[in-house]
């Protein structure tokens, strides 16, 4: 069973309670999770700092734009590693500079 499986209570609490969770963030099954910077390839300072500075540069984005805690698991096993910083896509639009 993949990490990231909801079982119907838990997808059901989320979606009452915390819409917003990063693990209802799917469409068709698949996560609207786009990798920025992995900590596999930059420093997690180096991150940190970029997030801070883009979220400070686009508030707008702030909630969707934020560093992993932990490890997390795409339905297509890839796994995104704790400090990568990644940016969660909903139907907001398309970012622009």
């Known amino acids: 069973m993949n990490a990231n499986t909801?079982?119907?209570t838990?997808?059901?609490?989320?979606?009452k309670y915390s819409p917003d969770d990063v693990r209802l963030a799917?469409?068709?099954g698949i996560p609207?999770?786009?990798?920025?910077?992995?900590?596999?390839d930059y420093?997690?300072?180096?991150?940190?700092k970029?997030?801070?500075e883009f979220n400070k540069t686009?508030?707008?984005?702030m909630?969707?734009?934020f560093t992993l805690l932990t490890d997390y698991t795409l339905p297509t096993g890839h796994i995104l590693k704790a400090g990568s910083w990644v940016f969660r896509n909903y139907d907001k639009g398309t970012f622009k500079e």
Not at 32 to 40: C, F, G, P, T
């Open 6 to 8: 909801l079982d119907a």
């Open 10 to 15: 838990t997808r059901f609490l989320l979606k």
């Open 26 to 28: 799917t469409t068709a």
């Open 32 to 40: 609207r999770i786009q990798l920025v910077m992995s900590v596999d």
């Open 43 to 48: 420093s997690e300072r180096m991150i940190s």
């Open 50 to 52: 970029l997030c801070a």
């Open 58 to 61: 686009h508030p707008e984005w």
């Open 63 to 65: 909630a969707d734009s």
